[in-house]
Structure formats: structure tokens, C-alpha cells
């Protein structure tokens, strides 16, 4: 509990982060976009931002998104198998 609490505060600016990490924070701040292959996934409960083009713009290789019906936000546990065949296909994109 004391983990999620200090990521919370963390992320609301209320208590600081791993120093070692400032860099990297730094950059991830600046929105940079991802050239890499990628496959996004939502949920068709994620309402008008199932479709991923709220995001779409952060990337700039070659991108699929998919929309899995009737699963939450953990992926790898509720879909297992479509969780597993976006990182194949994402090689393969």
C-alpha cells in the first residue's frame, strides 16, 4: 500500500522520485515520438478513447491498434492470448 500511496503522491507532485531516474523523467516529459513497430490495445469499455487516436500521433513506425471486448486494464492477465500474439505481430508489422 505505501508503494501505490507514494506513486499517487509522486505523480501529483507531492513527493520526489528516484533521483537516478530525473534524466529519463526529463526526456519522457517531452512526449517523444516512438519510431518502433507497435500494436496499442484497449478495452471496448474505454468509451470514445477505445480507438487509440487520442494517441496515435505518438507514434510514427508502423502502428496496429486493437480494440479486445470485455477486458480491463491488465491486459496480460485477462487476454493472455491477445496479449501474446500483439508482441508477435508487432515484429512482424
Same mark, same amino acid.
Given at each position: 500500500m505505501a508503494i501505490v500511496v507514494h506513486n499517487y *503522491?509522486? *505523480?501529483l507532485g507531492l513527493a520526489h522520485g528516484e533521483p537516478q531516474y530525473d534524466r529519463l523523467e526529463? %526526456?519522457?516529459q517531452q512526449s517523444p515520438t516512438i519510431a518502433l513497430p507497435t500494436?496499442?490495445?484497449a478495452s471496448d469499455f474505454d468509451g470514445t478513447a477505445?480507438?487509440?487516436s487520442g494517441y496515435r %500521433?505518438?507514434?510514427?513506425g508502423k502502428y496496429d491498434h486493437r480494440v479486445l471486448p470485455g477486458i480491463g486494464h491488465n491486459v496480460p492477465?485477462?487476454?493472455p492470448s491477445d496479449f501474446t500474439k500483439a508482441i508477435v505481430d508487432a515484429d512482424r508489422l
Open positions: *503522491r509522486w *505523480r526529463a %526526456k519522457l500494436i496499442t490495445v477505445a480507438d487509440g %500521433k505518438q507514434f510514427t492477465q485477462e487476454a
